[in-house]
């Protein structure tokens, strides 16, 4: 696994929402900042109960700056909704701050691809910084890879799913939140069959992180 400098430097000395995104535009702790249009930093209040924690922000995303505001941004808007969720009362994050992707054959379309280990690892210091700084009640992790960052690389979704867990030891401060992991959006999106049963999934795991607040 490449190893990298990490974000760690690069985190502002006061430790609130605006100076954190404001010094995340300037972060160079790992090489993803050199190919993304921008850094896509958390969304919502400080005040949030609910943290949502996803992989990383898509194209849609790195063009505007904001996450979750793509097509999983916009089924994640759905579930929330139909779990009696007000999407302006939780916090929207990815664990790993820039968009990590491929050019198709054509040269032209920007096609997804997962962050490495080094990468998640070295972007870690702005999600614990976020979460030392909102101080959330319940973390719901959206997808395998915003699970891992937070409850360590050898966690698996389809054993755990849904389950009332806590942070990996070793990224537990004074303050330990109730942490569930669920599907992402996106895998609803791919899936070829059943994504109304698959929407129906998530809305009752959103629905059981809203119980622990």
Not at 30 to 54: H, I, P, Q, W
Not at 72 to 82: I, Q, V, Y
Not at 116 to 122: C, E, M, P, V
Request: proline share 5%; aromatic share 4%; hydrophobic share 40%.
């Amino acid at each position: 696994m490449v190893t990298y400098p990490g974000a760690q430097e690069f985190l502002p000395d006061t430790l609130d929402l605006p100076s954190l995104a404001a010094a995340s535009r300037g972060c160079r702790g790992c090489d993803l900042y050199k190919a993304a249009e921008r850094t896509v930093f958390g969304a919502g209040s400080d005040e949030a109960r609910m943290l949502l924690v996803g992989e990383q922000p898509g194209d849609q995303e790195d063009r505007a700056g904001e996450p979750f505001v793509g097509p999983a941004g916009r089924l994640l808007d759905k579930a929330l909704e139909d779990a009696g969720i007000d999407r302006g009362t939780v916090y929207v994050t990815n664990a790993v701050k820039h968009f990590r992707f491929e050019r198709a054959a054509n040269g032209k379309r920007r096609i997804h691809k997962k962050p490495s280990g080094g990468q998640i690892a070295a972007c870690r210091p702005w999600l614990l910084a976020e979460l030392d700084t909102v101080r959330p009640d319940v973390v719901v992790c959206l997808g395998a890879t915003a699970a891992q960052a937070l409850l360590g690389k050898d966690f698996k979704l389809t054993e755990h799913r849904g389950e009332v867990l806590r942070l990996d030891e070793e990224l537990r401060s004074s303050h330990d939140p109730a942490v569930l992991a669920t599907i992402h959006p996106s895998a609803i999106l791919r899936a070829r069959s059943n994504r109304d049963d698959a929407l129906r999934s998530l809305v009752g795991d959103l629905q059981r992180a809203a119980s622990l607040r």
